[in-house]
């Protein structure tokens, strides 16, 4: 136990007094926030960018649909004729609508062309087709004699409340809110196993490369080194998130004292009365006791919890399927043909979890969240929605199995592998491995 001990704060210490480690512990939220601003003033900007577009209206019926917005300038071209027209947007404009002479509006529909140097982007194109679309609309009830301000008062918005048997609202963000906390502890958990996975493979590769591994398994036990190595990485992960969250959330409280007196200077600046101000206090109000209402319903505590045992159970089953395969191979170049078995259920658990956030209740879901090698991440993203304590039970007894023996055909591998050199090993004979 004292030599398990000493292996474990051997690894811990080596990961944290890396200065790679220390660099990207305390850049990585910084350089996350750094690149979602960046990434949202970039978005910001390019939305600003002013698109003049010419029409051409041979109809002079659907002239109204083009009022000008703050990224779309129209043009109207009509008199100078089509012909010319398009000769001086080729050069001038962005773009050219052209609306060829058809009385027939069921025709017009399919007869409207745009002419550009680029392909433009489906948004722009949407954005047309919509404005469009609804002119048409109205030139086809007016020539019903049909009254058009009539039929857009009949126009209306359903918001359906939502509540569970037991009166427990919920709504829209909620759902946004369970989807957001679900997919990021999931992918947590998927980027740890990942990246010290892999860690755990290199320094059992390195030791190995370098003939250390022999004089410390001549006084260590090969499964106590293996155990070791998990464990010191797994420390050092969680450690690493810790400050992660510290971070971040200090980041986040810092972001918010400060948007929060601009974003009130900006509604200041408007010119608004009284009354228009105080109904926009009211509305932000109550969405942002609606927000922490759908806080206070999240499992946080269940979240919590589950998050540390599939935190530690889903690194421990493939930490040690990476050991066993460092143990087997001479060189991190060796270890391709054996990753694609290990990854393959990592990658199907993140889609598989994306995809069913629609239904998180349906059969696949049930199924990839009890499987062991797949529940780490399905099941947290489908906790947040609400899962019987059952189905969590089992997961869970089944993931503890399933790392009782994973690491105990990972031991048998690792005894034999990490004293084999100058062979590349198979399936074939990493399972003969297994009957010594």
């Known amino acids: 136990m004292n030599k398990l001990l000493l292996i474990i704060k051997r690894e811990f210490f080596a990961k944290v007094k890396n200065k790679s480690f220390i660099i990207l512990t305390i850049l990585s939220p910084l350089l996350v926030v750094g690149l979602g601003?960046?990434?949202?003033?970039?978005?910001?900007?390019?939305?600003?960018?002013?698109?003049?577009?010419?029409?051409?209206?041979?109809?002079?019926?659907?002239?109204p649909a083009f009022t000008n917005t703050k990224t779309i300038?129209?043009?109207?071209?009509?008199?100078?004729?089509?012909?010319?027209?398009?000769?001086?947007?080729?050069?001038?404009?962005?773009?050219?609508?052209?609306?060829?002479?058809?009385?027939?509006?069921?025709?017009?529909?399919?007869s409207i062309k745009f002419y550009s140097q680029e392909s433009p982007g489906l948004s722009f194109i949407s954005n047309i087709e919509n404005r469009l679309d609804k002119r048409i609309r109205n030139l086809k009830i007016e020539k019903l004699n049909l009254d058009v301000a009539t039929i857009k008062a009949t126009e209306t918005s359903v918001s359906i409340a939502t509540e569970n048997f037991t009166g427990e609202k919920?709504?829209?963000?909620?759902?946004?809110?369970?989807?957001?906390?679900?997919?990021?502890?999931?992918?947590?958990?998927?980027m740890f196993i990942i990246i010290y996975g892999t860690?755990?493979?290199?320094?059992?590769?390195?030791?190995?490369t370098s003939r250390i591994i022999e004089v410390i398994i001549s006084s260590v036990k090969p499964f106590q080194l293996m155990l070791g190595k998990?464990?010191?990485?797994?420390?050092?992960?969680?450690?690493?998130?810790?400050?992660?969250?510290?971070?971040?959330?200090?980041?986040?409280?810092?972001?918010?004292?400060?948007?929060?007196p601009e974003a009130t200077k900006n509604t200041n600046s408007l010119q608004m009365t009284p009354e228009v101000v105080q109904q926009v206090q009211e509305v932000s109000n109550n969405n942002l006791q609606l927000v922490l209402q759908e806080i206070k319903n999240l499992p946080i505590l269940t979240i919590f919890f589950s998050f540390l045992v599939y935190f530690f159970g889903g690194y421990l089953i493939y930490s040690s399927i990476y050991a066993a395969i460092g143990a087997a191979v001479d060189s991190e170049t060796d270890t391709q043909q054996f990753m694609m078995p290990v990854l393959m259920p990592l990658v199907i658990a993140i889609y598989i979890g994306f995809s069913i956030i629609e239904n998180p209740h349906g059969s696949v879901a049930v199924g990839f969240s009890i499987f062991p090698l797949t529940s780490p991440i399905v099941m947290l993203m489908r906790i947040p929605f609400g899962v019987p304590w059952w189905q969590i039970a089992v997961s869970m007894l089944l993931l503890i199995l399933t790392f009782i023996g994973i690491v105990w055909f990972a031991a048998k591998?690792?005894?034999?592998?990490?004293?084999?050199?100058?062979?590349?090993?198979?399936?074939?004979?990493?399972?003969?491995?297994?009957?010594?």
């Open 37 to 63: 601003a960046l990434i949202f003033y970039l978005s910001e900007k390019n939305s600003e960018d002013v698109r003049k577009v010419a029409y051409v209206d041979e109809t002079n019926q659907l002239t």
């Open 73 to 110: 300038e129209f043009t109207n071209l009509t008199a100078i004729g089509f012909k010319q027209a398009k000769s001086i947007s080729e050069k001038k404009y962005y773009g050219l609508i052209y609306i060829p002479k058809n009385d027939s509006l069921p025709q017009l529909t399919n």
């Open 170 to 190: 919920s709504s829209k963000i909620g759902s946004i809110l369970r989807m957001a906390a679900g997919g990021g502890f999931g992918y947590l958990i998927f």
């Open 199 to 208: 860690s755990v493979m290199r320094s059992v590769i390195e030791e190995k």
């Open 230 to 260: 998990i464990l010191g990485n797994a420390f050092a992960g969680l450690m690493q998130f810790i400050i992660w969250m510290i971070i971040g959330g200090t980041i986040l409280f810092v972001i918010t004292m400060y948007l929060g």
């Open 413 to 436: 591998i690792y005894r034999v592998g990490i004293l084999m050199y100058g062979k590349k090993p198979n399936y074939k004979e990493i399972y003969r491995w297994l009957k010594y």
